[in-house]
């Protein structure tokens, strides 16, 4: 416990509609460790984005917390976030503990005032002296490879790419040790991807941040940096493990799946091709009986309809919720 | 090269600008005239009064007018006359009000369309923005909802009606303000201050009128933008890295006011017949007024004349429009230069 940063504990968060429930987070427990990257992968609609909403108690009607805890440190010691309200978070911790890069980091910062002034305003908000915030934009802009000149410019006159970047040195600019960026790099080129994780790896080399959650539907990005991976299906975790040992023997069924649908370099994996899988997510506001994977599952067993597989341990460091390694279980 | 293509930008606009309006007026020269009646009905009938016995002078009288004011010739031959009259600043002579020239019925008036329509366009603008970036604000409060409602209600309320209770209720029933003019019958208008006085009270109608069923749609589009604005991505993210709620509110309200700009600016421009049924209603003295009696007169060259400088007014606040916008928008000022 002495190193973890953030802790859930079988989080549920629903979006209440008028009559049924999304199950969009249904159960989780993880945790995030002090100096990590932390991959959090699944099909879209799996509760990626939800997610990101819970850790930063971001609840806004429908999005309901329905049970379990979040414990954020803050100064050595940890604070339950889940016990305060959400206006409670954004006051204490946003921007200043934890931060986010958003979806659509373009279109991130306001459009009609310049960058400068945006920064200004930053200070204003969190009471601190704006000249010196500035100057630390102006450092922040030089280390994620940006002009310092562009700061006096506005958003719109940069590429999307540059953009991208802005809103990084923006973002960390009150060093948070807990950056969640979400879907970052899916609107960017190649290049760009691969610019945009430099600048992420350095701000954690710095020490400008401690900890990143990576959420992203593409496998391809996060491998080049993760150094666990959680991967999510319907709204729960299947598996969580190193990535390495991931990469080499995915156990859980779906993840095996998520790893076949990417072409990577290794000659086995050219040789075999794409092989998707079948099916879909399942509609959330009414999930499958058991294990939500098993209509989709080519090892289906009669167990998984009726029983829910838990997340356990079966090596060290990686969890699985499978029936077919309950047998390994001690 | 900024400079040269702005110069470019700006021709080109005003090459459009004129062909539009060369047909625009060539609608408004054939439109009264396809309208089945004869204008000058109504002075022969007066004349015809004066003369009951004497049909041959009627006659004769109908064939002066019609050669004074050209409508024996071909519809071509009247329209190049117009255009070649127009363009010396000659409107022509009004047959309704014979022999009074259109300018002289005109610019009479415009100062009274001005006065009243001007403020009362810009207070509506600004109130229903402020009231529709209120209820976007506070969203599903019991603010949102009645500003909801009443912007939806006094919107859908066809003018001349809501017009026309005002009369019955502030003027008839309470009698606290006069009905109609805009002016005491009787009084010559003056710079005195009993004047003023006297003018300001008839003012007062027709102004809120105006106010409150324009007001409502400012609110709609407001509150909509605003709601809009307050779900977009630069909303979303200053909050995240800790932006007080009432910074992000005024980018919010920034933002989703620069297409609101373009709308006033539209509705300055037709300030001067847009308020035709305000004047009809209050039997107010400006430009809407005076083109309606020119309507159902059939005086053809009064409505050219009212027509020929309202479609002027309106392309004029459409090219402002382009320059105010550029000029509150970076992103289409900067936009437009590289």
Same mark, same amino acid.
């Given at each position: 416990?002495?190193?973890?940063?953030?802790?859930?504990?079988?989080?549920?968060?629903?979006?209440?509609?008028?009559?049924?429930?999304?199950?969009?987070v249904?159960g989780?427990?993880?945790?995030?460790?002090?100096d990590?990257?932390?991959?959090v992968?699944?099909?879209?609609?799996?509760g990626?984005?939800?997610?990101?909403?819970v850790i930063f108690?971001?609840?806004?009607k429908p999005?309901?917390?329905v049970?379990g805890?979040?414990f954020?440190?803050?100064?050595g010691?940890?604070?339950e976030?889940?016990?305060?309200?959400r206006?409670?978070v954004k006051?204490?911790?946003?921007?200043?503990?934890?931060t986010?890069?958003p979806?659509s980091?373009?279109n991130?910062?306001?459009p009609?005032?310049?960058?400068?002034?945006?920064v200004?305003?930053?200070?204003?908000?969190?009471?601190?002296?704006a000249?010196e915030?500035?100057?630390?934009?102006?450092?922040?802009?030089?280390?994620?490879g940006?002009?310092?000149s562009?700061?006096?410019?506005y958003?719109?006159?940069?590429?999307?790419?540059m953009?991208?970047?802005?809103?990084i040195?923006?973002?960390?600019?009150?060093?948070?040790?807990?950056l969640?960026a979400d879907?970052?790099t899916?609107a960017?080129d190649?290049v760009n991807?691969?610019?945009f994780?430099?600048?992420?790896?350095?701000?954690k080399?710095?020490?400008?941040?401690?900890?990143?959650i990576?959420?992203?539907?593409?496998?391809a990005?996060v491998?080049?940096?993760?150094d666990?991976?959680?991967i999510?299906?319907?709204g729960?975790?299947v598996e969580l493990?190193?990535i390495?040992e991931?990469?080499?023997?995915?156990?859980h069924?779906?993840t095996?799946?998520?790893l076949n649908?990417?072409l990577?370099?290794?000659p086995?994996?050219?040789?075999?091709?794409?092989?998707?899988?079948?099916g879909?997510?399942?509609?959330?506001i009414?999930?499958?009986s058991g294990?939500r994977f098993?209509?989709?599952?080519p090892?289906?067993?009669?167990?998984?309809?009726?029983?829910?597989?838990p997340?356990?341990?079966?090596?060290?460091?990686r969890?699985?919720a499978?029936?077919?390694?309950?047998?390994?279980?001690? | 090269?900024a400079?040269?293509?702005a110069?470019k930008?700006?021709l080109? /606009?005003?090459?459009f600008?004129? #062909?539009?309006?060369?047909v625009?007026t060539t609608? @408004?020269? $054939? !439109? %009264?005239?396809? *309208?089945p009646g004869?204008?000058l009905s109504q002075?022969?009938?007066n004349?015809?009064?004066?003369?009951q016995s004497?049909?041959?002078?009627?006659?004769a009288?109908?064939?002066?007018?019609?050669?004074?004011?050209?409508?024996?010739?071909?519809?071509y031959?009247?329209?190049?006359?117009?255009?070649?009259k127009?363009?010396?600043?000659?409107?022509?002579t009004?047959?309704?009000?014979?022999? /009074?020239?259109v300018?002289d019925? #005109?610019?009479?008036v415009?100062?009274?369309?001005l @006065?009243? $329509? !001007? %403020?009362?366009? *810009?207070v509506?603008?600004?109130?229903g923005?402020?009231?529709?970036?209120?209820?976007a604000?506070?969203?599903n409060t019991?603010?949102?909802?009645g500003v909801?409602?009443?912007?939806l209600?006094?919107?859908q309320i066809?003018?001349y009606?809501?017009g026309?209770?005002?009369?019955?209720?502030?003027?008839?029933?309470?009698?606290?303000?006069?009905?109609?003019?805009?002016?005491?019958?009787?009084?010559?208008?003056?710079?005195s201050?009993?004047?003023?006085m006297?003018?300001?009270k008839?003012? $007062?109608l %027709?102004?809120?009128?105006?106010?409150v069923?324009?007001m409502?749609?400012?609110?709609?589009?407001?509150?909509?933008?605003?709601i809009y604005?307050l779900?977009?991505?630069?909303a979303?993210?200053?909050?995240y890295?800790?932006?007080?709620d009432?910074?992000?509110?005024?980018?919010?309200?920034r933002?989703?006011?620069l297409p609101?700009?373009?709308?006033l600016?539209?509705s300055l421009?037709?300030?001067?017949?847009g308020?035709?049924?305000?004047e009809?209603?209050?039997?107010?003295?400006?430009?809407?007024?005076?083109?309606?009696?020119?309507?159902t007169?059939l005086?053809?060259?009064?409505?050219?004349?009212?027509?020929?400088i309202?479609?002027?007014?309106?392309?004029?606040?459409n090219?402002?429009?382009?320059?105010?916008y550029a000029?509150?928008?970076?992103?289409?000022?900067?936009?437009?230069?590289?």
């Amino acid at each position: 416990m002495e190193n973890v940063l953030l802790k859930a504990e079988n989080l549920r968060a629903y979006y209440k509609l008028e009559k049924v429930s999304v199950k969009a987070v249904d159960g989780l427990s993880f945790e995030i460790y002090e100096d990590e990257v932390v991959g959090v992968v699944g099909e879209s609609g799996c509760g990626k984005t939800t997610l990101s909403n819970v850790i930063f108690m971001n609840m806004v009607k429908p999005l309901t917390l329905v049970g379990g805890k979040i414990f954020l440190k803050v100064n050595g010691s940890f604070e339950e976030i889940s016990a305060l309200s959400r206006d409670e978070v954004k006051e204490k911790f946003w921007g200043k503990e934890m931060t986010i890069i958003p979806q659509s980091a373009m279109n991130a910062l306001m459009p009609t005032i310049k960058m400068e002034r945006y920064v200004q305003h930053l200070a204003e908000s969190h009471g601190l002296d704006a000249r010196e915030l500035i100057d630390k934009t102006l450092q922040r802009f030089k280390e994620v490879g940006l002009e310092t000149s562009w700061l006096k410019r506005y958003p719109f006159e940069l590429s999307g790419g540059m953009r991208q970047r802005a809103v990084i040195a923006v973002s960390t600019i009150l060093n948070p040790s807990l950056l969640v960026a979400d879907e970052p790099t899916s609107a960017l080129d190649v290049v760009n991807q691969k610019v945009f994780l430099k600048v992420l790896m350095s701000l954690k080399r710095r020490g400008i941040v401690k900890s990143i959650i990576l959420i992203t539907h593409d496998i391809a990005t996060v491998r080049q940096i993760a150094d666990r991976m959680i991967i999510m299906y319907a709204g729960k975790i299947v598996e969580l493990s190193p990535i390495d040992e991931l990469l080499e023997k995915p156990l859980h069924p779906y993840t095996e799946g998520l790893l076949n649908s990417v072409l990577t370099p290794e000659p086995e994996v050219k040789k075999r091709g794409i092989v998707t899988i079948p099916g879909a997510p399942p509609n959330l506001i009414d999930p499958p009986s058991g294990c939500r994977f098993h209509p989709r599952c080519p090892h289906m067993m009669d167990v998984c309809k009726e029983k829910e597989p838990p997340l356990v341990e079966i090596e060290p460091g990686r969890r699985v919720a499978c029936f077919l390694y309950a047998g390994e279980r001690t | 090269m900024a400079s040269r293509s702005a110069v470019k930008y700006i021709l080109r /606009r005003l090459i459009f600008l004129f #062909i539009t309006y060369v047909v625009a007026t060539t609608i @408004v020269f $054939i !439109l %009264p005239r396809a *309208i089945p009646g004869n204008p000058l009905s109504q002075i022969l009938s007066n004349l015809s009064r004066v003369a009951q016995s004497n049909p041959e002078a009627i006659r004769a009288a109908e064939k002066n007018l019609m050669e004074e004011f050209g409508l024996g010739k071909p519809w071509y031959l009247q329209y190049v006359e117009f255009i070649g009259k127009a363009l010396k600043g000659d409107l022509g002579t009004s047959i309704t009000y014979y022999p /009074r020239k259109v300018m002289d019925l #005109i610019v009479p008036v415009i100062p009274w369309t001005l @006065v009243l $329509i !001007l %403020p009362a366009t *810009i207070v509506a603008w600004i109130l229903g923005n402020s009231l529709g970036a209120l209820a976007a604000y506070r969203r599903n409060t019991w603010i949102d909802k009645g500003v909801l409602t009443g912007s939806l209600v006094v919107s859908q309320i066809p003018y001349y009606w809501l017009g026309m209770i005002f009369i019955f209720f502030f003027g008839v029933k309470l009698g606290w303000l006069p009905v109609q003019g805009a002016y005491s019958q009787g009084t010559i208008p003056d710079l005195s201050w009993a004047f003023f006085m006297d003018a300001l009270k008839h003012y $007062i109608l %027709p102004f809120l009128s105006i106010v409150v069923s324009a007001m409502g749609g400012w609110a709609i589009g407001m509150r909509l933008m605003v709601i809009y604005e307050l779900g977009s991505d630069y909303a979303n993210f200053s909050e995240y890295i800790g932006m007080k709620d009432k910074r992000i509110f005024r980018y919010v309200f920034r933002n989703s006011l620069l297409p609101q700009v373009t709308g006033l600016a539209l509705s300055l421009g037709s300030v001067l017949g847009g308020a035709l049924i305000t004047e009809i209603v209050f039997n107010y003295p400006g430009t809407g007024y005076l083109l309606f009696k020119a309507l159902t007169t059939l005086d053809y060259p009064l409505i050219q004349g009212v027509f020929v400088i309202l479609i002027a007014s309106v392309y004029l606040a459409n090219f402002i429009v382009d320059f105010v916008y550029a000029l509150i928008d970076p992103r289409i000022r900067i936009g437009q230069e590289e």
